[in-house]
């Protein structure tokens, strides 16, 4: 019943017996035959002959329906196999956001070379749905990530926890009204700011101030509305971005408001034209995540990376 289904496949996807027929590098006539060797099979016509372009009939599609699952799985299953094959590959790829990629993971890569000198790990840049795509696409072995991805397709882990805060360009007036609640950026970096010392400030204070987003899609585009919606008001946005670090800097050039991790101050040259404040919203504490394709079994180097990372995470990231 399946055995001509690539030769049905193509009639569906070209609307026509004789463009697949070329494309299948085959005779019309030889095409049509393999199709009515599949209907006389199933007892049903697949293909509706008098219409122009050919159309499905309600068994058809039912038909076509069964093939795509039918190649989704040899997709899977080949998929599957190709990760034992891939075991003795010693070179992993790695996706991330530009700050992971930039700040977080060269050391790392670095040591975990030391332990594993044989192994190449290869750090990737992308944004958000790019890291999505290319992870299934298999392009990336791992990606490490805040977004929240579809559990049914990639396996996570939790490797770490990150604090936003908001950035403030010093020169704005909102400053002085809150001097009890502002930070520096060594306050920051040092991670004394955690300590319960230093007060969290409502979102509503900042409700008539220009702010720096993330564009649709990111997270932290959605966790950052969802703050300041839970705060009373819908944000004021000047600009939106792609990276984190892409608004840092433009809120260091007094271009708006931003948030941004606090883990950032760790790895960048030192500013007095921010402000930082810790956010009243639980929202503003997020886990780091690293994602694999369920459909593709991690090899040897993509385990011992992950385990490499849960022991050496750094500190206040």
């Known amino acids: 019943m399946l055995k001509n289904m690539g030769y049905v496949y193509a009639v569906y996807l070209n609307r026509s017996f004789s463009k697949a027929a070329e494309e299948l590098y085959i005779s019309q006539p030889a095409l049509s035959a393999a199709v009515k060797k599949v209907e006389e099979k199933i007892g049903l016509p697949i293909f509706d002959r008098s219409s122009n372009p050919v159309k499905l009939t309600k068994a058809g599609e039912y038909y076509i329906e069964c093939i795509e699952k039918v190649m989704e799985i040899e997709k899977d299953m080949k ?26 993971l060269p050391t790392i890569v670095q040591e975990f070379k030391r332990e594993f000198p044989d192994y190449t790990v290869n750090l990737m840049e992308a944004n958000a749905d790019d890291l999505m ?52 950026f060594e306050e920051v970096k040092s991670g004394k700011f955690m300590s319960e010392m230093y007060p969290r400030v409502s979102l509503s204070e900042f409700k008539n101030e220009n702010f720096l987003l993330m564009k649709k ?11 300041c919606r839970m705060a009373g008001f819908t944000p004021k946005v000047s600009m939106y971005l792609d990276q984190l670090l892409t608004s840092y800097y433009l809120a260091c050039n007094g271009k708006g408001i931003s948030f941004v991790r606090a883990g950032i101050t760790r790895y960048i040259e030192k500013t007095n034209k921010l402000y930082f404040y810790k956010i009243d919203d639980v929202n503003s504490v997020r886990n780091i995540l690293l994602y694999y394709n369920k459909s593709r079994p991690l090899s040897n180097v993509g385990t011992d990376f992950i385990n490499f990372l849960y022991k050496h995470k750094p500190v206040g990231i």
Not at 156 to 176: D, R
Not at 217 to 227: C, H, P, T, V
């Open 133 to 184: 795509k290319n992870l299934r696409s298999g392009i990336f072995d791992i990606i490490i990530d805040v977004e929240q991805r579809d559990p049914k397709i990639f396996g996570s882990f939790v490797w770490a926890e990150e604090q936003i805060v908001l950035a403030v360009p010093t020169h704005y007036e909102i400053n002085n009204k809150l001097k009890n609640y502002r930070l520096t």
């Open 79 to 104: 998929g599957y196999f190709n990760s034992f094959l891939n075991n003795n590959n010693k070179t992993i790829n790695v996706g991330g956001s530009s700050f992971f990629c930039a700040y977080t």
């Open 217 to 227: 899609g990111n997270d932290s585009y959605k966790r950052g509305l969802k703050m």
